[in-house]
Protein backbone atom coordinates (compact mmCIF):
# COMPACT_ATOMS: atom_id res chain seq x y z
CA UNK A 1 0.00 0.00 0.00
CA UNK A 2 1.15 3.18 -0.94
CA UNK A 3 2.14 5.73 1.84
CA UNK A 4 -0.15 8.66 3.26
CA UNK A 5 -2.92 7.42 1.91
CA UNK A 6 -6.21 8.89 3.60
CA UNK A 7 -9.61 9.28 1.63
CA UNK A 8 -11.79 12.06 2.62
CA UNK A 9 -15.79 12.43 1.78
CA UNK A 10 -18.13 15.14 2.74
CA UNK A 11 -21.60 13.48 2.44
CA UNK A 12 -25.02 14.80 3.98
CA UNK A 13 -25.97 13.01 6.80
CA UNK A 14 -29.80 13.44 5.50
CA UNK A 15 -31.67 14.31 2.85
CA UNK A 16 -35.73 13.75 1.67
CA UNK A 17 -36.24 11.74 -0.77
CA UNK A 18 -35.44 12.31 -3.92
CA UNK A 19 -33.23 15.24 -3.33
CA UNK A 20 -30.02 15.84 -5.26
CA UNK A 21 -27.38 15.82 -2.71
CA UNK A 22 -23.55 17.43 -3.04
CA UNK A 23 -20.74 14.98 -2.78
CA UNK A 24 -17.04 15.92 -2.18
CA UNK A 25 -14.25 13.44 -2.01
CA UNK A 26 -10.56 13.93 -1.56
CA UNK A 27 -7.70 11.60 -1.28
CA UNK A 28 -4.19 12.28 -0.59
CA UNK A 29 -2.00 10.33 -3.35
CA UNK A 30 1.16 11.57 -4.88
CA UNK A 31 -0.01 10.16 -8.21
CA UNK A 32 3.30 9.39 -9.95
CA UNK A 33 2.98 9.85 -13.43
CA UNK A 34 5.90 7.26 -14.07
CA UNK A 35 7.04 10.62 -16.42
CA UNK A 36 9.32 12.13 -13.32
CA UNK A 37 13.12 11.76 -13.10
CA UNK A 38 14.46 11.77 -9.68
CA UNK A 39 17.23 13.72 -8.48
CA UNK A 40 19.64 10.46 -10.16
CA UNK A 41 18.01 11.07 -13.26
CA UNK A 42 16.40 7.87 -12.75
CA UNK A 43 12.42 7.14 -13.92
CA UNK A 44 9.85 7.35 -10.85
CA UNK A 45 7.92 4.48 -11.51
CA UNK A 46 3.74 5.25 -12.05
CA UNK A 47 2.16 4.67 -9.07
CA UNK A 48 -1.41 6.49 -9.39
CA UNK A 49 -4.56 6.25 -8.47
CA UNK A 50 -6.38 5.03 -11.85
CA UNK A 51 -10.38 4.19 -10.91
CA UNK A 52 -12.75 6.07 -8.68
CA UNK A 53 -16.11 4.28 -7.86
CA UNK A 54 -19.02 5.98 -5.82
CA UNK A 55 -22.12 3.79 -5.51
CA UNK A 56 -25.15 4.25 -3.69
CA UNK A 57 -27.32 1.01 -2.15
CA UNK A 58 -24.93 -1.20 -4.77
CA UNK A 59 -26.14 1.20 -7.40
CA UNK A 60 -23.03 2.97 -9.44
CA UNK A 61 -23.11 6.62 -8.96
CA UNK A 62 -19.97 7.52 -11.21
CA UNK A 63 -17.33 5.26 -12.32
CA UNK A 64 -14.58 7.43 -13.71
CA UNK A 65 -10.80 6.22 -15.39
CA UNK A 66 -7.77 8.64 -14.19
CA UNK A 67 -4.67 9.20 -16.32
CA UNK A 68 -1.43 9.96 -15.17
CA UNK A 69 -1.64 13.29 -15.77
CA UNK A 70 -4.31 14.01 -12.97
CA UNK A 71 -2.55 15.94 -10.04
CA UNK A 72 -1.99 15.02 -6.98
CA UNK A 73 -4.48 14.39 -4.27
CA UNK A 74 -7.77 13.96 -6.60
CA UNK A 75 -10.70 15.90 -5.45
CA UNK A 76 -14.00 15.19 -6.90
CA UNK A 77 -17.25 16.33 -6.40
CA UNK A 78 -20.42 15.30 -7.76
CA UNK A 79 -24.51 15.29 -7.65
CA UNK A 80 -26.58 11.88 -6.61
CA UNK A 81 -30.12 11.63 -6.36
CA UNK A 82 -31.57 9.45 -3.00
CA UNK A 83 -34.13 7.99 -3.68
CA UNK A 84 -34.11 6.79 -0.25
CA UNK A 85 -32.14 5.78 2.93
CA UNK A 86 -28.91 4.08 2.26
CA UNK A 87 -25.18 3.91 1.79
CA UNK A 88 -22.90 5.38 0.10
CA UNK A 89 -19.75 3.49 -0.77
CA UNK A 90 -16.39 4.90 -2.19
CA UNK A 91 -13.59 3.48 -3.52
CA UNK A 92 -10.33 4.22 -4.89
CA UNK A 93 -8.05 1.99 -6.91
CA UNK A 94 -4.52 2.35 -6.45
CA UNK A 95 -1.59 0.92 -9.18
CA UNK A 96 -0.06 -0.97 -6.60
CA UNK A 97 -3.07 -3.24 -6.28
CA UNK A 98 -4.43 -1.06 -2.89
CA UNK A 99 -8.15 -0.25 -2.55
CA UNK A 100 -8.98 2.65 -0.40
CA UNK A 101 -12.40 2.08 0.79
CA UNK A 102 -14.85 4.66 2.42
CA UNK A 103 -19.09 4.49 3.66
CA UNK A 104 -21.52 7.01 4.55
CA UNK A 105 -25.32 6.72 5.57
CA UNK A 106 -27.85 9.28 4.23
CA UNK A 107 -30.66 9.03 5.96
CA UNK A 108 -34.12 10.02 4.33
CA UNK A 109 -36.80 12.05 6.15
CA UNK B 1 -7.75 67.52 14.37
CA UNK B 2 -5.38 70.46 12.71
CA UNK B 3 -7.44 71.73 11.50
CA UNK B 4 -9.87 71.78 15.02
CA UNK B 5 -6.79 73.26 16.15
CA UNK B 6 -6.42 76.21 14.07
CA UNK B 7 -9.69 76.73 14.74
CA UNK B 8 -9.39 77.20 18.29
CA UNK B 9 -6.39 78.98 18.00
CA UNK B 10 -7.58 81.12 15.11
CA UNK B 11 -6.84 84.67 15.60
CA UNK B 12 -4.92 84.49 18.85
CA UNK B 13 -2.28 82.63 17.48
CA UNK B 14 -1.34 85.86 15.04
CA UNK B 15 2.41 84.45 13.83
CA UNK B 16 3.09 83.55 17.57
CA UNK B 17 5.19 80.39 18.28
CA UNK B 18 4.29 80.24 22.04
CA UNK B 19 0.84 80.56 20.79
CA UNK B 20 0.60 77.91 18.19
CA UNK B 21 0.95 75.52 20.55
CA UNK B 22 -1.52 72.94 21.49
CA UNK B 23 -3.67 73.71 24.84
CA UNK B 24 -2.90 70.23 25.89
CA UNK B 25 0.44 71.34 26.52
CA UNK B 26 0.69 73.67 30.09
CA UNK B 27 4.35 74.16 29.52
CA UNK B 28 7.09 72.01 28.26
CA UNK B 29 7.42 69.75 25.79
CA UNK B 30 4.42 67.63 24.50
CA UNK B 31 5.32 63.88 25.57
CA UNK B 32 4.67 60.94 22.56
CA UNK B 33 4.50 57.57 24.11
CA UNK B 34 4.75 54.63 21.77
CA UNK B 35 4.03 51.17 22.84
CA UNK B 36 5.54 48.24 20.93
CA UNK B 37 8.91 48.58 18.84
CA UNK B 38 7.73 46.69 15.94
CA UNK B 39 7.02 47.38 12.11
CA UNK B 40 4.18 50.35 13.21
CA UNK B 41 5.54 51.36 17.25
CA UNK B 42 9.69 51.84 15.89
CA UNK B 43 8.47 53.77 12.61
CA UNK B 44 6.29 55.64 14.31
CA UNK B 45 8.71 56.35 17.06
CA UNK B 46 12.23 57.42 14.59
CA UNK B 47 9.53 59.38 12.43
CA UNK B 48 8.30 61.44 15.03
CA UNK B 49 12.08 62.23 16.33
CA UNK B 50 13.50 62.79 13.38
CA UNK B 51 10.80 65.07 12.19
CA UNK B 52 10.12 67.12 15.43
CA UNK B 53 13.80 68.18 15.83
CA UNK B 54 13.22 68.20 19.27
CA UNK B 55 9.84 69.87 19.24
CA UNK B 56 8.14 66.20 21.28
CA UNK B 57 9.62 64.40 23.42
CA UNK B 58 9.44 60.32 22.23
CA UNK B 59 9.48 57.44 24.56
CA UNK B 60 9.50 53.99 23.26
CA UNK B 61 7.97 50.57 25.45
CA UNK B 62 9.54 47.64 24.06
CA UNK B 63 10.14 44.96 25.93
CA UNK B 64 12.74 43.18 23.37
CA UNK B 65 16.37 43.85 22.90
CA UNK B 66 16.11 42.79 20.05
CA UNK B 67 13.34 42.57 17.36
CA UNK B 68 13.24 39.52 14.99
CA UNK B 69 11.30 40.29 12.01
CA UNK B 70 8.72 37.98 11.11
CA UNK B 71 9.36 39.11 7.96
CA UNK B 72 11.81 36.93 6.12
CA UNK B 73 11.33 34.34 9.12
CA UNK B 74 10.47 32.22 6.33
CA UNK B 75 13.42 32.68 4.51
CA UNK B 76 15.39 31.35 7.41
CA UNK B 77 13.39 28.07 7.70
CA UNK B 78 13.81 27.67 4.11
CA UNK B 79 17.57 28.16 4.46
CA UNK B 80 18.11 31.36 2.36
CA UNK B 81 18.99 34.14 6.01
CA UNK B 82 20.54 33.19 8.96
CA UNK B 83 18.56 34.60 12.34
CA UNK B 84 21.10 36.90 13.13
CA UNK B 85 20.25 38.79 10.12
CA UNK B 86 16.75 39.23 11.15
CA UNK B 87 17.39 40.39 14.45
CA UNK B 88 17.46 44.82 14.93
CA UNK B 89 18.38 46.46 18.17
CA UNK B 90 17.20 50.00 19.55
CA UNK B 91 20.60 51.09 20.16
CA UNK B 92 20.25 53.87 17.18
CA UNK B 93 17.24 55.30 18.17
CA UNK B 94 18.49 55.78 21.50
CA UNK B 95 21.99 57.28 20.66
CA UNK B 96 21.32 59.14 17.33
CA UNK B 97 17.77 59.83 17.78
CA UNK B 98 17.19 61.03 21.16
CA UNK B 99 14.49 58.36 22.20
CA UNK B 100 14.01 57.20 25.22
CA UNK B 101 13.62 53.50 24.62
CA UNK B 102 12.38 51.81 27.58
CA UNK B 103 12.39 47.91 27.40
CA UNK B 104 9.91 47.08 29.41
CA UNK B 105 6.08 45.98 29.33
CA UNK B 106 2.92 48.25 28.90
CA UNK B 107 0.67 46.64 31.22
CA UNK B 108 -2.41 49.00 31.40
CA UNK B 109 -3.55 52.55 30.53
CA UNK B 110 -5.50 55.26 32.21
CA UNK B 111 -7.03 56.89 29.46
CA UNK B 112 -8.35 59.73 31.61
CA UNK B 113 -4.84 60.52 34.06
CA UNK B 114 -2.50 59.96 30.42
CA UNK B 115 -0.63 57.29 32.01
CA UNK B 116 0.93 54.36 30.72
CA UNK B 117 1.65 51.47 33.55
CA UNK B 118 4.76 49.28 33.28
CA UNK B 119 5.35 46.34 34.52
CA UNK B 120 8.25 47.52 36.50
CA UNK B 121 5.67 49.70 38.44
CA UNK B 122 7.12 52.73 37.00
CA UNK B 123 4.24 54.87 35.14
CA UNK B 124 4.48 57.27 31.66
CA UNK B 125 2.87 60.38 31.55
CA UNK B 126 1.88 61.34 27.59
CA UNK B 127 -0.13 63.84 25.59
CA UNK B 128 -0.26 61.49 23.14
CA UNK B 129 -0.33 57.68 22.88
CA UNK B 130 0.66 55.30 19.52
CA UNK B 131 -0.04 51.47 20.38
CA UNK B 132 1.41 49.28 17.65
CA UNK B 133 1.44 46.08 19.85
CA UNK B 134 0.82 43.79 17.28
CA UNK B 135 -1.35 40.48 17.61
CA UNK B 136 -2.01 37.71 20.20
CA UNK B 137 -3.15 34.35 20.02
CA UNK B 138 -6.71 33.50 20.88
CA UNK B 139 -7.40 31.51 23.65
CA UNK B 140 -8.84 28.10 23.10
CA UNK B 141 -8.86 28.86 19.03
CA UNK B 142 -7.48 25.57 18.28
CA UNK B 143 -8.86 22.84 20.67
CA UNK B 144 -6.01 21.10 22.52
CA UNK B 145 -3.32 24.05 22.53
CA UNK B 146 -2.36 27.04 24.08
CA UNK B 147 1.13 28.58 25.13
CA UNK B 148 2.09 25.34 26.99
CA UNK B 149 2.08 23.42 24.26
CA UNK B 150 4.18 25.84 21.74
CA UNK B 151 7.35 23.58 22.16
CA UNK B 152 5.81 20.48 20.86
CA UNK B 153 3.57 22.32 18.37
CA UNK B 154 5.29 26.19 17.66
CA UNK B 155 3.30 28.63 16.22
CA UNK B 156 6.61 30.38 14.69
CA UNK B 157 4.22 33.41 14.37
CA UNK B 158 5.97 36.02 16.58
CA UNK B 159 9.51 36.60 15.76
CA UNK B 160 12.63 34.81 16.88
CA UNK B 161 12.88 31.86 18.97
CA UNK B 162 10.09 30.19 17.85
CA UNK B 163 10.93 30.37 14.13
CA UNK B 164 14.37 28.57 15.20
CA UNK B 165 12.54 26.15 17.35
CA UNK B 166 10.24 25.15 14.53
CA UNK B 167 13.18 25.19 11.62
CA UNK B 168 14.95 22.30 14.42
CA UNK B 169 12.52 19.94 14.34
CA UNK B 170 12.04 20.24 10.51
CA UNK B 171 15.30 19.04 10.13
CA UNK B 172 14.87 16.41 13.02
CA UNK B 173 11.85 14.80 10.68
CA UNK B 174 12.04 11.23 9.97
CA UNK B 175 12.62 10.30 6.52
CA UNK B 176 9.47 10.29 4.74
CA UNK B 177 7.15 12.00 8.03
CA UNK B 178 4.77 14.89 7.95
CA UNK B 179 4.84 18.57 8.69
CA UNK B 180 1.19 19.53 9.48
CA UNK B 181 0.40 23.06 9.55
CA UNK B 182 -2.97 24.30 11.26
CA UNK B 183 -3.45 27.63 9.34
CA UNK B 184 -5.49 30.36 10.58
CA UNK B 185 -8.78 32.03 9.54
CA UNK B 186 -8.72 35.68 8.79
CA UNK B 187 -7.80 38.25 9.77
CA UNK B 188 -4.53 37.60 10.37
CA UNK B 189 -0.85 38.81 10.31
CA UNK B 190 0.44 38.62 6.77
CA UNK B 191 -1.94 36.96 4.50
CA UNK B 192 0.11 35.10 2.68
CA UNK B 193 2.39 34.19 5.32
CA UNK B 194 1.13 30.87 6.41
CA UNK B 195 1.73 29.77 2.63
CA UNK B 196 5.03 31.11 2.02
CA UNK B 197 6.05 29.30 4.84
CA UNK B 198 4.72 26.21 3.49
CA UNK B 199 6.75 26.72 0.41
CA UNK B 200 9.79 27.73 2.44
CA UNK B 201 9.53 24.23 4.37
CA UNK B 202 9.06 22.38 1.50
CA UNK B 203 12.31 23.64 -0.06
CA UNK B 204 14.19 22.47 3.17
CA UNK B 205 12.41 19.25 2.91
CA UNK B 206 12.88 18.71 -1.03
CA UNK B 207 16.40 18.84 -0.05
CA UNK B 208 16.86 16.96 3.24
CA UNK B 209 13.70 14.56 3.09
CA UNK B 210 12.26 14.38 -0.64
CA UNK B 211 9.87 11.68 0.64
CA UNK B 212 8.36 13.60 3.48
CA UNK B 213 4.50 14.72 3.13
CA UNK B 214 3.29 18.55 4.18
CA UNK B 215 -0.25 18.75 4.66
CA UNK B 216 -1.89 22.17 5.51
CA UNK B 217 -5.18 22.10 7.48
CA UNK B 218 -7.21 25.24 6.75
CA UNK B 219 -10.07 26.73 7.81
CA UNK B 220 -10.84 28.93 4.83
CA UNK B 221 -11.88 28.68 1.58
CA UNK B 222 -9.15 30.16 -0.32
CA UNK B 223 -6.36 32.34 0.60
CA UNK B 224 -4.13 35.28 -0.91
CA UNK B 225 -2.07 34.43 -3.82
CA UNK B 226 -4.09 30.77 -3.66
CA UNK B 227 -3.59 30.39 -7.73
CA UNK B 228 0.37 31.32 -7.53
CA UNK B 229 1.01 29.09 -4.77
CA UNK B 230 -0.75 26.59 -6.09
CA UNK B 231 1.20 26.74 -9.17
CA UNK B 232 4.18 27.02 -7.87
CA UNK B 233 4.39 24.58 -5.26
CA UNK B 234 3.20 21.96 -8.16
CA UNK B 235 5.97 22.94 -10.18
CA UNK B 236 8.55 22.97 -7.44
CA UNK B 237 8.01 19.73 -4.83
CA UNK B 238 5.67 17.77 -7.21
CA UNK B 239 3.11 15.83 -4.93
CA UNK B 240 4.60 17.00 -1.48
CA UNK B 241 2.01 19.55 -0.11
CA UNK B 242 -2.08 18.44 0.15
CA UNK B 243 -4.21 21.27 1.26
CA UNK B 244 -7.39 20.34 3.32
CA UNK B 245 -9.81 23.11 3.52
CA UNK B 246 -13.26 23.53 5.16
CA UNK B 247 -15.05 21.43 2.93
CA UNK B 248 -13.22 18.08 4.09
CA UNK B 249 -13.02 19.24 8.11
CA UNK B 250 -10.50 21.80 8.21
CA UNK B 251 -12.03 24.02 10.19
CA UNK B 252 -12.76 21.68 13.01
CA UNK B 253 -9.02 20.58 13.69
CA UNK B 254 -8.18 19.71 16.94
CA UNK B 255 -4.50 18.88 18.43
CA UNK B 256 -2.97 16.37 21.27
CA UNK B 257 0.78 17.81 21.09
CA UNK B 258 1.82 15.39 23.74
CA UNK B 259 0.91 12.44 21.21
CA UNK B 260 2.02 14.47 18.26
CA UNK B 261 -1.00 13.69 16.92
CA UNK B 262 -4.35 16.09 14.41
CA UNK B 263 -7.74 15.55 14.78
CA UNK B 264 -9.61 16.52 11.81
CA UNK B 265 -13.28 16.53 11.56
CA UNK B 266 -12.83 12.75 13.24
CA UNK B 267 -10.00 12.01 10.91
CA UNK B 268 -7.30 11.05 13.25
CA UNK B 269 -3.30 11.68 11.76
CA UNK B 270 0.42 10.99 13.81
CA UNK B 271 2.33 13.63 12.49
CA UNK B 272 5.71 14.88 12.94
CA UNK B 273 6.03 18.19 13.23
CA UNK B 274 2.69 20.55 13.96
CA UNK B 275 2.69 24.35 12.87
CA UNK B 276 -0.18 26.12 14.55
CA UNK B 277 -1.28 29.08 14.26
CA UNK B 278 -4.03 30.46 15.96
CA UNK B 279 -6.30 32.70 15.45
CA UNK B 280 -5.35 36.58 16.31
CA UNK B 281 -6.65 39.74 18.01
CA UNK B 282 -4.85 43.14 18.96
CA UNK B 283 -2.03 42.63 21.19
CA UNK B 284 -3.43 42.38 24.93
CA UNK B 285 -2.93 45.67 26.16
CA UNK B 286 -5.28 46.97 23.34
CA UNK B 287 -7.99 45.70 24.99
CA UNK B 288 -6.54 46.53 28.49
CA UNK B 289 -7.23 49.98 27.47
CA UNK B 290 -10.38 49.63 26.28
CA UNK B 291 -9.57 50.28 22.75
CA UNK B 292 -11.08 47.36 21.25
CA UNK B 293 -13.88 46.45 19.54
CA UNK B 294 -14.45 42.31 19.49
CA UNK B 295 -11.11 41.45 18.63
CA UNK B 296 -9.74 44.82 17.16
CA UNK B 297 -8.86 48.36 17.85
CA UNK B 298 -11.10 50.60 15.39
CA UNK B 299 -9.40 53.91 14.05
CA UNK B 300 -9.73 56.72 12.02
CA UNK B 301 -8.16 56.63 8.45
CA UNK B 302 -7.07 59.92 8.21
CA UNK B 303 -4.72 59.83 11.26
CA UNK B 304 -5.26 55.83 12.38
CA UNK B 305 -6.53 57.90 16.17
CA UNK B 306 -8.79 55.51 17.62
CA UNK B 307 -12.73 56.01 17.21
CA UNK B 308 -12.65 55.74 21.25
CA UNK B 309 -10.22 58.21 22.05
CA UNK B 310 -8.62 61.03 19.99
CA UNK B 311 -5.34 60.95 22.17
CA UNK B 312 -4.79 57.70 21.25
CA UNK B 313 -3.63 55.87 17.48
CA UNK B 314 -3.37 52.34 16.78
CA UNK B 315 -1.11 51.20 14.04
CA UNK B 316 -0.81 47.85 12.49
CA UNK B 317 -1.74 44.25 13.08
CA UNK B 318 -3.77 45.81 16.24
CA UNK B 319 -5.93 48.27 14.29
CA UNK B 320 -9.18 47.53 12.67
CA UNK B 321 -8.28 50.18 9.55
CA UNK B 322 -10.14 48.97 7.04
CA UNK B 323 -8.68 47.26 3.68
CA UNK B 324 -5.17 47.44 4.30
CA UNK B 325 -4.01 43.72 5.47
CA UNK B 326 -1.91 43.27 8.42
CA UNK B 327 1.39 43.36 6.66
CA UNK B 328 4.93 45.31 8.07
CA UNK B 329 4.74 47.52 5.10
CA UNK B 330 0.86 48.36 6.12
CA UNK B 331 2.39 49.07 9.89
CA UNK B 332 5.49 51.16 8.12
CA UNK B 333 2.98 53.21 6.08
CA UNK B 334 0.27 53.49 9.10
CA UNK B 335 3.03 54.89 11.02
CA UNK B 336 4.38 57.52 8.71
CA UNK B 337 0.74 58.84 8.65
CA UNK B 338 0.23 58.85 12.17
CA UNK B 339 3.34 60.67 12.80
CA UNK B 340 3.05 63.36 10.00
CA UNK B 341 -0.77 63.19 11.71
CA UNK B 342 0.39 63.95 15.82
CA UNK B 343 3.17 66.36 14.71
CA UNK B 344 0.74 68.37 13.63
CA UNK B 345 -1.47 68.17 16.40
CA UNK B 346 1.20 68.69 19.32
CA UNK B 347 3.63 71.45 16.71
CA UNK B 348 2.38 73.14 13.99
CA UNK B 349 4.42 71.03 11.90
CA UNK B 350 2.70 71.11 7.94
CA UNK B 351 0.23 67.55 8.35
CA UNK B 352 0.64 65.29 5.04
CA UNK B 353 -2.82 64.10 3.62
CA UNK B 354 -3.18 60.44 4.31
CA UNK B 355 -1.98 58.22 1.63
CA UNK B 356 -0.94 54.47 2.30
CA UNK B 357 0.46 51.67 0.06
CA UNK B 358 1.20 47.64 0.90
CA UNK B 359 3.17 44.97 -1.28
CA UNK B 360 3.52 42.21 0.36
CA UNK B 361 6.20 39.73 -1.34
CA UNK B 362 6.33 35.83 -0.93
CA UNK B 363 8.85 33.16 -2.24
CA UNK B 364 7.67 30.11 -3.37
CA UNK B 365 11.36 28.77 -4.33
CA UNK B 366 14.78 29.98 -4.35
CA UNK B 367 14.50 32.77 -6.41
CA UNK B 368 10.48 32.07 -7.63
CA UNK B 369 9.17 35.70 -5.99
CA UNK B 370 5.72 36.64 -6.31
CA UNK B 371 3.98 40.02 -5.34
CA UNK B 372 0.64 41.68 -4.39
CA UNK B 373 0.30 44.85 -3.50
CA UNK B 374 -2.51 48.41 -3.32
CA UNK B 375 -2.69 51.57 -2.55
CA UNK B 376 -5.52 53.08 -0.30
CA UNK B 377 -6.99 56.39 0.48
CA UNK B 378 -8.53 57.25 3.65
CA UNK B 379 -12.24 57.81 3.54
CA UNK B 380 -14.89 58.64 6.59
CA UNK B 381 -15.33 55.18 6.86
CA UNK B 382 -11.68 53.45 6.52
CA UNK B 383 -8.82 53.03 4.58
CA UNK B 384 -10.13 52.21 1.11
CA UNK B 385 -8.50 50.20 -1.44
CA UNK B 386 -7.70 51.95 -4.98
CA UNK B 387 -6.17 49.71 -6.98
CA UNK B 388 -3.71 46.49 -7.04
CA UNK B 389 -1.35 44.90 -8.78
CA UNK B 390 -0.59 40.98 -8.43
CA UNK B 391 2.22 38.64 -9.81
CA UNK B 392 0.69 36.56 -13.15
CA UNK B 393 0.68 32.93 -13.24
CA UNK B 394 3.71 31.36 -15.35
CA UNK B 395 5.80 34.57 -15.45
CA UNK B 396 9.41 33.71 -16.46
CA UNK B 397 12.16 32.91 -14.17
CA UNK B 398 14.03 36.50 -14.63
CA UNK B 399 10.66 38.56 -13.93
CA UNK B 400 10.38 35.85 -10.73
CA UNK B 401 14.03 36.39 -9.89
CA UNK B 402 13.82 40.32 -9.99
CA UNK B 403 10.41 40.34 -7.73
CA UNK B 404 12.48 38.54 -5.33
CA UNK B 405 15.29 40.88 -5.60
CA UNK B 406 12.75 43.39 -5.36
CA UNK B 407 11.97 42.00 -1.85
CA UNK B 408 15.36 42.08 -0.36
CA UNK B 409 15.74 45.57 -1.37
CA UNK B 410 12.30 46.18 0.75
CA UNK B 411 13.64 44.03 3.55
CA UNK B 412 16.84 46.64 3.93
CA UNK B 413 14.76 49.91 3.23
CA UNK B 414 11.99 49.25 5.86
CA UNK B 415 14.42 48.23 8.39
CA UNK B 416 16.05 51.26 7.94
CA UNK B 417 13.36 52.97 8.27
CA UNK B 418 12.40 51.57 11.47
CA UNK B 419 15.37 51.21 13.34
CA UNK B 420 17.95 54.08 11.75
C1 LIG C 1 5.94 34.34 9.07
C2 LIG C 1 5.64 35.78 8.82
C3 LIG C 1 6.04 36.39 7.65
C4 LIG C 1 5.76 37.72 7.41
N1 LIG C 1 6.19 38.28 6.25
C5 LIG C 1 5.90 39.56 5.99
C6 LIG C 1 6.34 40.16 4.80
O1 LIG C 1 7.02 39.54 3.97
N2 LIG C 1 6.01 41.46 4.56
C7 LIG C 1 5.30 42.19 5.46
O2 LIG C 1 5.04 43.37 5.19
N3 LIG C 1 4.85 41.64 6.62
C8 LIG C 1 5.15 40.36 6.90
N4 LIG C 1 4.71 39.80 8.08
C9 LIG C 1 3.81 40.55 8.98
C10 LIG C 1 4.52 41.52 9.91
O3 LIG C 1 5.50 40.87 10.68
C11 LIG C 1 3.52 42.19 10.83
O4 LIG C 1 2.38 42.56 10.12
C12 LIG C 1 4.14 43.43 11.45
O5 LIG C 1 5.24 43.07 12.24
C13 LIG C 1 3.11 44.21 12.25
O6 LIG C 1 3.69 45.30 12.88
P1 LIG C 1 3.13 45.75 14.30
O7 LIG C 1 3.88 46.99 14.66
O8 LIG C 1 1.66 45.78 14.28
O9 LIG C 1 3.52 44.55 15.28
P2 LIG C 1 4.95 43.91 15.58
O10 LIG C 1 5.92 44.17 14.51
O11 LIG C 1 4.70 42.52 16.01
O12 LIG C 1 5.46 44.73 16.83
C14 LIG C 1 4.79 44.67 18.06
C15 LIG C 1 5.80 44.97 19.16
O13 LIG C 1 5.10 45.33 20.33
C16 LIG C 1 5.72 44.76 21.43
N5 LIG C 1 4.69 44.69 22.47
C17 LIG C 1 3.59 43.90 22.50
N6 LIG C 1 2.89 44.13 23.62
C18 LIG C 1 3.55 45.09 24.32
C19 LIG C 1 3.33 45.72 25.57
N7 LIG C 1 2.26 45.41 26.32
N8 LIG C 1 4.22 46.63 25.99
C20 LIG C 1 5.30 46.95 25.23
N9 LIG C 1 5.57 46.37 24.04
C21 LIG C 1 4.70 45.44 23.59
C22 LIG C 1 6.23 43.44 20.95
O14 LIG C 1 7.32 42.99 21.73
C23 LIG C 1 6.64 43.75 19.51
O15 LIG C 1 8.01 44.08 19.40
C24 LIG C 1 5.03 38.46 8.36
C25 LIG C 1 4.61 37.86 9.53
C26 LIG C 1 4.90 36.53 9.78
C27 LIG C 1 4.48 35.91 11.06
Known amino acids: ?109 | MTHHRRTVLGGLAAGSAAFAAPMVMAQGVPRVVVVGGGAGGATAARYLALESGGAVEVTLIEPSRSYFTCFFSNLYIGGLRDMQSLGHGYGTLAAEYGINVVHDWAVAVDRDARVVALASGASVPYDRLILSPGIDFKNGAVPGWDVTAQDDMPHAYRGGTQAELLKSQILAMPEGGTFAMIAPPDPYRCPPGPYERISMVATTLKAMNPRAKILIVDPKEGFSKQALFEEGWQRHYGGMIERIGPDFGGAAVSVDPAAMRIDIDGIVEDVDVCNVIPAQRAGRVAHEAGLTEGDWAPVNAADMSSRLDPAVHVLGDAAAQGDMPKSAFSANSQARVCASAVLGALTDARVFPAVYANTCWSLIAPDDGVKVGASYEATEEKIARVDGFISELGEDAETRADTYRESLGWYDEITADMFG
Open chain 1, 1 to 109: MAENVTPRVRVPATATAGEVVTIKTLISHRMESGERRDEAGRRVPRSIIHRFVARFNGETVIDVAMEPAISTNPFFEFDARVPESGTMTFAWYDDDGSIYEEAREIVVE
